[in-house]
């Protein structure tokens, strides 16, 4: 095992194996983990919000706090490092409903918009969504490990679960 890379929150960065990636805190946000089976790098992205364009009005933008710019920027590292776009693979976690009251404003369900937007964009890119952990009412830390492709998910009062 090598050393564990930490992603703050609306951040994102790369790691090469050995080593692995982590996020800690997931609750509304989304973590995006990607890879190409059979190279020795991997990425992470702590996706606070799903769209730039309806935040920013043009401004600046924190790029890997968006799932629209976020997930676009891991694949351009991906990318930079020698991994093929067409053969990158994603897994995800996160997206829970933290609020305890149930609302059926859309604008209120960050967690199942951020989903949604990761989704969107991951298909939009062509790459492939292989396994998720997502929804429910409660945070998750996650930890990727890109050689093997684990994705480690720990949740207070919940069974370790890899996907």
Request: charged share 20%; net charge positive.
């Amino acid at each position: 095992m090598g050393n564990i890379v930490k992603v703050g929150m609306a951040d994102l960065n790369i790691c090469k194996a050995p080593d692995g990636i982590t996020t800690l805190g997931l609750g509304s946000c989304v973590g995006v983990a990607l890879r190409e089976p059979g190279k020795p790098w991997g990425g992470l992205a702590h996706v606070m919000l799903p769209d730039s364009t309806s935040i920013t009005n043009g401004g600046p933008v924190n790029v890997p706090k968006f799932a629209d710019t976020g997930v676009q920027e891991l694949v351009n590292q991906m990318v930079s490092k020698g991994c093929s776009k067409a053969k990158l693979v994603a897994k995800i976690a996160g997206g829970a409903q933290m609020f305890a009251f149930q609302s059926n404003d859309k604008m209120m369900r960050v967690g199942e918009r951020n989903v949604e937007a990761v989704k969107k964009k991951l298909k939009e890119l062509g790459i492939r969504l292989i396994a998720e952990d997502t929804g429910a009412n409660y945070g998750r830390t996650v930890i990727f490990y890109p050689e093997t492709g684990d994705f480690v998910i720990r949740a207070v009062g919940k069974p370790e679960k890899t996907i």
